[in-house]
T-cell receptor, first 114, second 112 residues
Framework: KQEVTQIPAALSVPEGENLVLNCSFT??????LQWFRQDPGKGLTSLLL?????REQTSGRLNASLDKSSGRSTLYIAASQPGDSATYLC?????????????FGAGTRLAVHP | NAGVTQTPKFRVLKTGQSMTLLCAQD?????MYWYRQDPGMGLRLIHY???????AKGEVPDGYNVSRLKKQNFLLGLESAAPSQTSVYFC???????????FGQGTRLTVV
């Protein structure tokens, strides 16, 4: 059974720091991995999608990498800002129980203070 | 740029009442999903649809029914609400089986 773990569970940093959020998965048979952002009381906003054949994706100050062989993905946030404060979720997509689904980690709660 | 829209955003039900949550997407996506998010449990798939007129069960389907009569809409029904169904419900859509998933803003449901 696929398990997705995110470390750390919470992170508090001063503005301007470069951050690395970690996501690990136990079953490497994933089609892709997607990173989301969730603000309190809000929905999930898609940040980056990495297909299993890719190594990384970049969008602005965000860079996500994927290493299927080691079961790891990282989300790198450059020059963090208070507006980056949110919970970050990773989700691996795979065939499980006869259907294709996203399996989510519990998230990393990020606080960036001025 | 509406994307995925959920109605309503908040609802309080009494045990035994029924209700329908509506999800609408304007991206012409084939795939649509209903998830629930609970503290300590993360997001879990309730039901999904791979196209108009089709539905299938996810990992926690009991107590819920769904319909996809139109491609752009995916309805989630609770026939007889129970306190265990208190949760935040999210709808999502994607163009294909392994493509990017887009989520709605959620419906916060409380069953008393």
């Amino acid at each position: 059974k696929q398990e997705v773990t995110q470390i750390p569970a919470a992170l508090s940093v001063p503005e301007g720091e470069n951050l690395v959020l970690n996501c690990s998965f136990t079953d490497s048979a994933i089609y892709n991995l997607q990173w989301f952002r969730q603000d309190p009381g809000k929905g999930l906003t898609s940040l980056l999608l990495i297909q299993s054949s890719q190594r990384e994706q970049t969008s602005g100050r965000l860079n996500a990498s994927l290493d299927k062989s080691s079961g790891r993905s990282t989300l790198y946030i450059a020059a963090s800002q208070p507006g980056d404060s949110a919970t970050y979720l990773c989700a691996g997509r795979q065939l499980s129980g006869g259907y294709n689904k996203l399996i989510f980690g519990a998230g990393t709660r990020l606080a960036v203070h001025p | 740029n509406a994307g995925v829209t959920q109605t309503p955003k908040f609802r309080v039900l009494k045990t035994g009442q029924s209700m329908t949550l509506l999800c609408a997407q304007d991206m012409n996506h084939e795939y649509m999903y209903w998830y629930r998010q609970d503290p300590g449990m993360g997001l879990r798939l309730i039901h999904y649809s791979v196209g108009e007129g089709t539905t299938a069960k996810g990992e926690v389907p009991d107590g819920y029914n769904v319909s996809r009569l139109k491609k752009q809409n995916f309805l989630l029904g609770l026939e007889s609400a129970a306190p265990s169904q208190t949760s935040v419900y999210f709808c999502a859509s994607s163009s294909g089986r392994n493509t990017e998933a887009f989520f709605g803003q959620g419906t916060r449901l409380t069953v008393v």
